[in-house]
């Protein structure tokens, strides 16, 4: 379908959510363009427009956006707004979905899993993540990931090493900027399998805000979160909590590390690898 330029360029301004998004188009009759030649004294009108978020909408270069889309779709990005079909349907109800997606690879709209972890776990909760991958793989659930180094990779790995395995990662840099380096081939592999997803600029580094903030999307795309290994200050905290936030079932291994131990007295469910004790 046809990608409006406007929309892209808004939804790629920090802290411009679809609910900001949505605002801003109801208050300027549906009319994207009008929003892009507004003052900031009447974007600061729209609810939730601040002056910072203002400054960076008057700071939007359209011709710069429109002249990279080609570019990105001939690259292989689809680029997804919340009016593609093919925008995932579990994110649409979140007050704070991306408004666009940017995809290598084909999203299924399939029952959905995600497995979270520390960067630097243990070689038992490796193995942990690497099995539970491939024990999710073979009921037919998708896997959704964030690529990292560690529990990430591993969970992805479990999922490539079943045949039909499908698993999707959430990048929290640019679709064409692989973080980190290292996974540059598995991530490869999952494109095959699955997809790669990003809300940010195809072309952006990553940074510790977009890192942070797609563990929503993580959680969001999946019916569950299973956190293998964290400490409580560890960023697997944010997606469990985003997934209490969003109503999702979260589970937990029975480790000793901090932020397990603080799951499971906030109501995590206790899990095996081989899931027992886990509901589909």
């Keep these: 379908m046809t990608v409006d330029p406007a929309w892209v360029a808004l939804s790629l301004v920090e802290f411009v959510g679809a609910k900001k998004l949505r605002a801003l188009?109801?208050?300027?009759?549906?009319?994207?363009?009008?929003v892009l030649q507004a003052d900031e004294t009447a974007l600061r009108r729209v609810p939730g427009i601040g002056p910072k978020i203002a400054a960076s909408i008057r700071a939007i270069d359209l011709p710069s956006v429109?002249?990279?889309?080609?570019?990105?779709?001939?690259?292989?990005?689809?680029?997804?707004?919340?009016?593609?079909?093919?925008?995932?349907?579990?994110l649409r109800s979140l007050d704070d979905a991306p408004p666009t997606l940017f995809a290598l690879g084909t999203w299924r709209e399939i029952r959905s899993v995600a497995v979270v972890g520390t960067r630097e776990p243990s070689p038992a909760s490796v193995e942990a993540a690497h099995t539970l991958g491939f024990e999710l793989a073979r009921r037919g659930l998708q896997v959704i990931s964030g690529l990292a180094l560690g529990i990430d990779g591993a969970a992805h790995l479990g999922v490539l090493a079943y045949p039909s395995g499908i698993t999707t990662a959430v990048l929290g840099a640019g679709i064409l900027k692989?973080?980190?380096?290292?996974?540059?081939?598995?991530?490869q592999a999952?494109?095959?399998?699955?997809?790669?997803?990003?809300?940010?600029?195809?072309?952006?580094?990553?940074?510790?805000?977009?890192?942070?903030?797609?563990?929503?999307?993580?959680?969001?795309?999946?019916?569950a979160v299973i956190v293998v290994q964290t400490e409580i200050d560890?960023?697997?905290?944010?997606?469990?909590?985003?997934?209490?936030?969003?109503?999702?079932?979260?589970?937990?291994?029975?480790n000793p590390s901090s932020g397990n131990?603080?799951?499971?007295?906030s109501g995590a469910t206790i899990i095996t690898p081989d899931l027992q004790g886990f509901e589909e």
């Excluded at 188009?25 to 009008?34: H, K, P």
């Excluded at 131990?261 to 007295?265: D, F, Q």
Aim: charged share 20%; aromatic share 6%; hydrophobic share 40%.
């Design 25 to 34: 188009s109801v208050y300027f009759g549906g009319d994207l363009g009008a």
């Design 66 to 90: 429109a002249a990279a889309l080609p570019r990105w779709q001939q690259a292989g990005i689809r680029v997804l707004t919340l009016a593609d079909p093919v925008y995932p349907g579990t």
């Design 178 to 187: 692989i973080y980190p380096p290292q996974h540059r081939t598995l991530a």
């Design 190 to 223: 999952v494109q095959g399998r699955g997809a790669l997803l990003s809300e940010t600029h195809p072309e952006a580094q990553p940074k510790a805000s977009t890192l942070v903030a797609r563990n929503r999307i993580i959680s969001g795309l999946s019916a």
């Design 234 to 254: 560890g960023g697997a905290m944010h997606a469990a909590r985003r997934a209490f936030e969003q109503g999702r079932r979260v589970y937990v291994l029975d």
């Design 261 to 265: 131990r603080a799951l499971i007295e």
